[in-house]
DNA sequence: ATAATAAATGTAAAAAATACATTTATTATA
DNA sequence: TATAATAAATGTATTTTTTACATTTATTAT
């Protein structure tokens, strides 16, 4: 590896802009790197594509290593290829996107492996173009939640009405009347009502509902329109 | 370059897929490989990124080779990077999606580069793996016309609504409604009427109309939606 | 028993989408 | 010069969706 100069043949990365929700408020999951170049900076999680495995394959692998977690919704953003994006390698970068459900149990995952979650208004300086890329990927998620459920992604399997409301406010950065917002929800008939309540937000107790997985792909191949 | 394993390090290639629109469908931009490795196979047209370009600059430049135009509208579609995706080389290809206008300049300008028209639908077998690009660039537009006037993109600068409709109609594989195609688009108020009428059409002929783009600047701050 | 809290609910009005058939401007031809 | 032919242009009633807005309800803590 070491015969060839670095800025004389192309790396490829792999950056993951990784979203999380917690306490009302969407979070992007950094960590201080441990190694030169940057050591100490803050860096979106990512690793060089080794030439063995594809991007997916690396993205995949490196969220693993990161959370612990598989399966999740990861997609790709967008390559970052600027001659100079990066002063040690002629290094592209190709982003992806991954929303994952925050727990205890991925709060210590992460805490242990040095990463961190930041809230995403006031995001310090990253590394690179690594803020651009925050940028994009808020404006992508921003987008894509007006056709696709992905704000299930990001909240427990079990969550209620308010606080899918609190997300999509948190997604869209404006308030949503509370009446309309449920009448809405309950119209695209892809949630089930549980006879559970989560009473952590209220003494009356707000009602546990669940994603319906399977009607909402019914509902895909027919151009469906997630709009809220 | 030659001192180093084509499969041991990474190149980089954009591969274009170009749209255009003629006699009311949608056409793909594609040459025959003039050169081995697969010469005489129908192919995308694309190119390795150089060491001194970004994707975007590699993209703008063959596109300007192939065609002779220049400021096309042309996004990145995604990138594709199976280890075994192209047998020659280590390569991964960032796509881009282009829209072109076809007019009798650019058919001739073309012709002359040894590149053709094909109708979308019944694409023959191009090389690796543009033909999974196809469709996934022309899923993409399909969902992208829903929020972004790209329409206009393949139409003249001066068209008719019943062209406008026929692309529409192209684009969403359905057929529409002529009274509501009109007063949804007339509605969305980004088009202005021209004193001049196309009668290549019909007897009656057709007012002209074209397409405003700083008033769809404007509405798009305000989160427009374009659904037809 | 009462106060406090967030969850749950309904309705009327406005806007947008849909379904649907006839008239109009123009050219070519009888 | 009247007529036929052609695609363009137009209107309305109905349904659906979106919006705006205030009170009651279930539960816990005091």
């Not at 030169?36 to 060089?48: E, M, Q």
């Not at 909240?155 to 009347?177: M, W």
């Not at 209220?202 to 997985?213: Q, T």
């Amino acid at each position: 590896m070491d015969l060839y100069d670095k800025k004389d043949k192309f790396y490829v990365a792999v950056d993951c802009i990784i979203f999380g929700f917690d306490k009302g408020k969407i979070k992007l999951l950094v960590f201080n790197r441990k190694i030169d170049p940057y050591k100490g900076a803050l860096s979106l999680v990512g690793s060089f594509v080794r030439i063995g495995e594809s991007v997916s394959e690396a993205s995949i692998r490196i969220l693993k290593e990161f959370t612990g977690l598989e399966n999740v919704y990861m997609k790709e953003l967008s390559t970052y290829s600027s001659v100079d994006r990066d002063p040690g390698y002629r290094c592209i970068s190709v982003t992806q996107y991954a929303l994952i459900r925050i727990d205890d149990k991925i709060k210590m995952l992460i805490e242990e492996r040095g990463a961190k979650w930041l809230d995403i208004t006031g995001i310090p300086k990253l590394i690179l173009d690594h803020n651009e890329m925050v940028v994009d990927a808020l404006e992508r998620i921003q987008k894509i939640a007006r056709y696709e459920p992905i704000g299930f992604e990001l909240l427990p399997k079990k969550f209620t009405i308010p606080q899918l409301q609190t997300l999509y406010e948190a997604i869209y950065r404006r308030k949503l009347d509370p009446r309309n917002f449920r009448k809405k929800i309950l119209s695209l008939d892809v949630i089930i009502k549980l006879h559970e309540k989560d009473k952590t937000g209220s003494k009356k107790g707000a009602f546990l509902y669940k994603f319906d997985y399977k009607k909402y792909t019914k509902l895909q191949e027919w151009g469906y329109n997630f709009e809220i």
